[in-house]
């Protein structure tokens, strides 16, 4: 069985370029060119969607030098991304810098038509305020459902999100698609981010096809 909807935490970029005696900046230049390798495998394999975080809202806490290398990374593939994916971002884009805001209008606009897997980048992104946002608008529209709160989430529209991966050995979601993940699979890599190569993809789908989902049933 192949997931649909995998959705990745790339950690561990950081570390992977201090191991090396590089400035820890020079980790996310890498950790794009991992998120490339690993979705052209999944792609191939027919996932549908792939959410990776790239920017939490608590990221704007790091030093400077870290932020402007993470929207360096962003704002170069944005310019120049043209397929075979399909780019779409979620996340607070709009509190953004407007350069950067604009590249992600340019890349969702370029990709709108391509056949590939859909790439979701989380980017200024936190679940809870997600949540609150779709809750509130929900709650204004006088028509509380589940199907309206659903449906007002940033990542409405995505297949059912069916696995969660996160690479460099920490052991928890940071605030990363809490809702969805409700009945996702959770897998713990301890690999560095820009470590993963097309074989770990597979080896992400064969780890999914070995779980059981039960959806609580
Ligand atoms: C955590 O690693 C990861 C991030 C804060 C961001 C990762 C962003 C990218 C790889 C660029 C993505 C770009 C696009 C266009 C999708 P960390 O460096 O905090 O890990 P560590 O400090 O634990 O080593």
Same mark, same amino acid.
Request: no cysteine; charged share 30%.
């Given at each position: 069985?192949?997931?649909?909807?995998?959705?990745?935490?790339?950690?561990?970029? *950081?570390?992977?370029?201090?191991?090396?005696?590089?400035?820890?900046?020079?980790?996310?230049?890498?950790? #794009?060119?991992? #998120?490339?390798?690993?979705?052209?495998?999944?792609?191939?394999?027919?996932?549908?969607?792939?959410?990776?975080?790239?920017?939490?809202?608590?990221?704007?806490?790091?030093?400077?030098?870290?932020?402007?290398?993470?929207?360096?990374?962003?704002?170069?593939?944005?310019?120049?991304?043209? *397929?075979?994916?399909?780019?779409?971002?979620?996340?607070?884009?709009?509190?953004?810098?407007?350069?950067?805001?604009?590249?992600?209008?340019?890349?969702?606009?370029?990709?709108?038509?391509?056949?590939?897997?859909?790439?979701?980048?989380?980017?200024?992104?936190?679940?809870?305020?997600?949540?609150?946002?779709?809750?509130?608008?929900?709650?204004?529209? *006088?028509?509380?459902?589940?199907?309206?709160?659903?449906?007002?989430?940033?990542?409405?529209? #995505?297949?059912?999100?069916?696995?969660?991966?996160?690479?460099?050995?920490?052991?928890?979601?940071?605030?990363?698609?809490?809702?969805?993940?409700?009945?996702?699979?959770?897998?713990?890599?301890?690999?560095?981010?820009?470590?993963?190569?097309?074989?770990?993809?597979?080896?992400? #789908?064969?780890?999914?096809?070995?779980?059981?989902?039960?959806?609580?049933?």
């Amino acid at each position: 069985m192949i997931p649909k909807h995998i959705a990745f935490i790339m950690d561990g970029n *950081g570390r992977w370029a201090s191991s090396r005696g590089l400035p820890r900046t020079e980790g996310y230049k890498h950790g #794009l060119e991992a #998120l490339m390798r690993v979705i052209k495998r999944l792609d191939e394999r027919g996932v549908e969607a792939v959410s990776a975080f790239a920017f939490s809202t608590e990221n704007s806490a790091r030093p400077q030098a870290e932020i402007d290398a993470i929207f360096e990374q962003v704002k170069k593939f944005n310019r120049t991304y043209s *397929g075979p994916l399909r780019v779409t971002y979620m996340g607070d884009i709009d509190a953004l810098d407007a350069e950067v805001a604009q590249s992600v209008e340019e890349v969702e606009r370029r990709t709108a038509d391509s056949s590939g897997t859909l790439l979701n980048i989380a980017l200024n992104y936190g679940a809870r305020s997600d949540i609150i946002h779709a809750a509130k608008i929900a709650a204004d529209s *006088g028509l509380f459902s589940e199907e309206k709160f659903e449906e007002s989430l940033s990542g409405a529209g #995505l297949p059912k999100l069916d696995m969660i991966v996160r690479t460099g050995g920490e052991k928890r979601l940071s605030n990363f698609m809490l809702y969805e993940a409700a009945y996702a699979e959770l897998l713990f890599l301890d690999k560095l981010w820009p470590d993963m190569t097309e074989d770990d993809a597979d080896a992400v #789908l064969e780890e999914f096809s070995r779980r059981v989902r039960k959806f609580g049933r």
